[in-house]
Each structure stands twice: as C-alpha cells, then as structure tokens.
C-alpha cells in the first residue's frame, strides 16, 4: 500500500479550487504562499478567522483559502471587514487586497 504525503500547509488550502488562476510569474501565488505561512507561525484558528477581499486577480485569494470568506465588490473590502469584526470581535479579519 502506497502512503499518502499530504502537504504541511494543506489544512489552510483549498484543494478543489486548484490549480489557481495566475499567470505564470505573478505574484499573487507568492503573497498566497506568504499568507498560509503566516497562518500557521501563528498557529491560527481557522474556524475564528474571516477573509475578505476584493476585486482584480489579488481577490482570488480569498477564494483559495479554507477559512470562512467573501469576496467583495470594488472598494467595498474595508467597510464589510468593519462589519464583520464589529458583529462578532471574537473573530480575526484579513483583508487581501491590491
């Protein structure tokens, strides 16, 4: 029987949403990989943390990863984050945008 090795930052990804959309060479994978390392040097609980993002390729991020997210309407990021961090301040809010 042939073991299985999973990724150690796969539980931040999700995996039905890949391969992601960005050309070769963009940036955005990076800033995604950048954020999923981040997420977990901090150890941070996903079922706490909301995504939010908004309009262009950079938006997609929130998209790919496995946490509780929205993706907004241009230039509407900040004010639904407020939102959301004002309904619930249990919660950890990101922003992605660009």
């Known amino acids: 029987m042939v073991e299985q090795v999973t990724h ?25 990989n950048c954020f999923v390392h981040a997420l977990d040097e901090l150890k941070t609980d996903l079922d706490k943390l909301v995504v939010v993002s908004g309009i262009g390729c950079i938006g997609r991020t929130a998209g790919y990863t496995n946490t509780d997210s929205f993706h907004t309407t241009h230039g509407r990021a900040i004010a639904f984050a407020t939102g959301v961090k004002l309904a619930n301040p249990e919660l950890e809010v990101v922003i992605v945008s660009g």
Do not use: Q, T
């Open 8 to 32: 150690p930052l796969s539980k931040y990804l999700r995996a039905d949403m890949m391969p992601h959309i960005w050309c070769p060479g963009c940036g955005n994978g990076i800033v995604l």
